[in-house]
């Protein structure tokens, strides 16, 4: 893949911090791996606002219902990664 270097500012306690937890993969990857986090998370705010708009707001039911699914998730992502499983193709 293709790269390009680009200078940033950012304050100096964060990078310390960005530093601190990047140490093995490096300044780039990590900052990499968080702008591409935080692009795919805009990603979905804009089509969940999409969605909403057309769809009408997300009732308390159906919030309550999804963070049920989502904890259910989180449980499961958490069970395989206890157990060592990371099998491909299965959802974690």
Not at 5 to 28: F, M, N
Not at 48 to 66: I, M
Request: aromatic share 4%.
């Amino acid at each position: 893949m293709a790269t390009k270097k680009v200078t940033v500012t950012i304050p100096e306690d964060l990078l310390d911090e960005i530093r601190a937890d990047a140490a093995e993969r490096g300044l780039s990857a990590y900052v990499a791996e968080a702008l591409r986090f935080k692009r795919d998370r805009d990603r979905l705010r804009e089509l969940a606002d999409w969605l909403q708009e057309e769809h009408g707001p997300v009732t308390d039911d159906e919030n309550a219902v999804a963070l049920d699914e989502l904890e259910e998730l989180d449980a499961e992502h958490e069970r395989r990664r206890a157990s060592g499983k990371h099998n491909a193709g299965e959802a974690a």
